[in-house]
């Protein structure tokens, strides 16, 4: 096989050998000239779709000249094949780690141009033929032109494909981007934002009449399904998900899932005994049960859906299984959890107390499981405001670490934690202080591991905050930071219970307290890079959310326009997606109109501060009044008294004329 060096050499006079060198500096190309040299790829590339190989060579080689580092260009001139493609390679895969896709494209239409060069003047009787793989540089600029924000260029060089007479090229390029959607917005980190354009300019593309790649375009519906899924557009998830269904198909399980989330029961319900073969409108069996649970995970970023799968699937394994039955106790478990989520503990406290009460029976206090319940219990308990019954909860398992001597599990940790929480919540500063104190001094007496360490210190650093000792408190949380990993070695778990991420959270929150937000704002930005580099982590999940708001507080308490940028857009696409009265906004709405305020901005308070208002006061928020408790409705109470004095405060700290 004749290769492009020869070609290139055959056309031009012989010139000296150039050594080798690392790849020079790209030439900087104008509008026209890029123009040119991407006109001559696509030329290149209906001459070779067409199956067709020497009327190629010219624009190739013309593309080459206009956007070839010069001394690259002059080596291959001169014959010297070796170490060019080589350094193309490496410059493209540096830019990639880089994740600088404008410079990845540019390198990658070099590989491209090489390696099609060589096809090009390959025309001998035993070719290798001209297949879908031939071309997979051209899906890879593509990609990287899409993730550079130039859907354009991108859609410029998958139009020939679209084209081919051969249908197998349209197909390859098709599902080339169906992995590299997925695998961006499974893994893509910072990335994911930009799955969804990337999948947007597929299906512009594609999914078009007499499209030649049907399976390719289903499965970038359901991509685009599961991107929209987990940024709470059910309705859109559920859009995409039915366009990614072949004709006469039965539903997705994620689909199936959506209908839950969406309030649609009866119809989940009957789509799952479909599936099974089983008679619709039945009793649930225990393999439709079994099919509910399993679809469980596939609901949207809320809690909405899973806790409408576990409600049905708890009272169905209630009927079907014996009270000791794993997966009776793990659906209690799981519905328990999420009513938490939704701040609903009046509703998991029988769940809660039910799990305990079961273990203690079985097993003794001294259990773990009975532990784990009777913790989770004492939390559903005072987060209702019950102090007392908590807190006898909680004592009686640190009575357990007292017997045992075992400060040092980080397990004691947590019920020292939520002791202190109790005489906190009663104004018992000094109390909490005192107990915090003894039991980080019994656990510094142990075999004390960093974890257990920075968690005492964590809690220790917010009773002295609570009780006005600013430097004391600081101390502790910074000495919780260096009781953990560096910087440079901090991970951020998918559950974000680690407490060396926590004691960051921790100072940062003391130094904007405190008046040194410009000291925190590196802090907050390490936490969600940090978050955002766990591939666990949905994007659009708890974690990132809250580092996000988390920092744009930060920035707006010093009056830096990025902060306020970044609410506005959040609260912007909540409204979009949930409403305008929805409880999604409060999540950003009341953050947002904190930092306002304490930056003494109080006129553009307003606005967050009445959306805040417009959720609290919301039939939404409130929910089914028959179903409302005593605990619920005092809190949903005190929640609307607090934004109506937000909006009050914002009114008169106002400037005047604002």
């Known amino acids: 096989m004749r290769k492009l060096a020869v070609a290139l050499f055959l056309l031009t006079a012989a010139l000296p050998a150039i050594a080798q060198t690392p790849p020079a500096q790209l030439p900087t190309l104008t509008t026209a000239d890029r123009s040119r040299a991407d006109a001559a790829l696509i030329q290149a590339l ?7 190989r020497s009327p190629a060579s010219p624009p190739i080689l013309s593309a080459l000249d206009l956007t070839g580092p010069p001394a690259d260009i002059a080596a291959l001139k001169a014959g010297d094949m070796s170490g060019v493609y080589a350094r193309w390679l490496d410059a493209r895969s540096a830019a990639f780690k880089a994740r600088d896709w404008a410079l990845m494209a540019r390198w990658i239409q070099l590989t491209a141009l090489y390696r099609l060069g060589n096809v090009a003047l390959d025309e001998a009787a035993d070719a290798t033929p001209v297949t879908g793989q031939t071309f997979d540089d051209i899906y890879f600029m593509a990609y990287a032109l899409a993730m550079a924000g130039e859907a354009e260029r991108a859609a410029a060089f998958i139009k020939p494909f679209l084209a081919a007479a051969d249908p197998q090229f349209e197909i390859a390029f098709a599902a080339d981007l ?5 695998s961006v917005d499974n893994w893509g980190g910072g990335d994911r934002p930009r799955a969804a354009a990337l999948v947007t300019l597929a299906l512009s593309l594609f999914d078009r009449p ?6 390719q375009v289903r499965n970038l519906h359901h991509a685009l399904g599961n991107i929209r899924r987990t940024a709470g557009d059910i309705a859109g998830a559920r859009a995409a998900y039915t366009r990614a269904r072949a004709p006469g198909a039965a539903p997705a399980d994620v689909e199936i899932a959506l209908m839950f989330e969406a309030g649609e029961t009866d119809a989940g319900l009957r789509a799952i005994q479909q599936s099974l073969g089983e008679t619709p409108g039945a009793a649930l ?5 079994d099919k509910l649970v399993e679809i469980g995970g596939q609901t949207g970023s809320g809690n909405a859906g899973t806790i409408a799968i576990y409600r049905i699937a708890l009272q169905n394994y209630r009927r079907l299984l014996k009270p000791t039955d794993k997966p009776l106790e793990d659906a209690a478990a799981v519905l328990a959890d999420a009513y938490m989520a939704a701040g609903d503990p009046a509703l998991a406290e029988p769940l809660r107390a039910e799990l305990f009460a079961s273990y203690e029976k079985r097993y003794g206090f001294d259990s773990g499981g009975a532990n784990r319940y009777a913790k989770q219990l004492a939390d559903a308990i005072a987060a209702q405001s019950r102090y007392d019954e908590a807190d006898l909860l909680y004592r009686r398992l640190w009575a357990l670490v007292e017997k045992y001597g075992a400060y040092e599990d980080l397990d004691a940790q947590r019920y020292a934690e939520a002791i202190a ?3 906190l919540a009663r104004g018992q500063i000094a109390a909490a202080e005192a107990f915090n104190a003894d039991a980080l001094r019994r656990a510094r007496a142990k075999d004390l591991d960093a974890t257990t360490l920075t968690a ?3 809690v220790q650093a917010r009773i002295l905050a609570r009780a006005g000792k600013a430097a004391q408190a600081e101390a502790a949380a910074r000495e919780a930071v260096a009781a ?7 991970t951020v778990s998918a559950a974000f219970d680690s407490p060396e991420a926590r004691a960051r959270a921790q100072l940062a929150a003391l130094l904007e307290a405190n008046g040194k937000a410009a000291e925190a704002e590196p802090i907050r930005r390490l936490l969600l890079a940090r978050i955002e580099a766990n591939d666990m982590i949905p994007w659009e999940g708890n974690l990132r959310r809250d580092a996000v708001l988390a920092l744009a507080a930060n920035l707006t308490l010093q009056n830096k326009p990025e902060g306020r940028r970044m609410f506005g857009e959040r609260l912007a696409t909540n409204a979009r997606i949930f409403g305008g009265d929805s409880p999604q906004l409060l999540d950003v709405a009341e953050p947002f109109a904190r930092a306002l305020l304490r930056s003494g901005r109080a006129g553009d308070a307003l606005t967050p501060a009445r959306a805040a208002l417009a959720a609290r006061t919301s039939s939404r928020f409130t929910g089914d009044a028959a179903a409302v408790t005593i605990s619920d409705r005092a809190l949903a109470n005190r929640r609307r008294e607090a934004a109506r004095l937000m909006v009050e405060a914002a009114w008169r700290a106002r400037p005047p004329g604002g």
């Open 210 to 215: 007499g499209a030649r790649a049907p399976q």
């Open 46 to 52: 209906e001459i070779l779709l067409a199956d067709k």
């Open 484 to 490: 953990g990993p560096a910087d440079d070695k901090l």
């Open 421 to 423: 929480g109790i005489l």
């Open 178 to 182: 169906v992995a590299r959607v997925q």
């Open 456 to 458: 005492y210190l964590i």
């Open 285 to 289: 069996s225990r393999k439709a049960t």
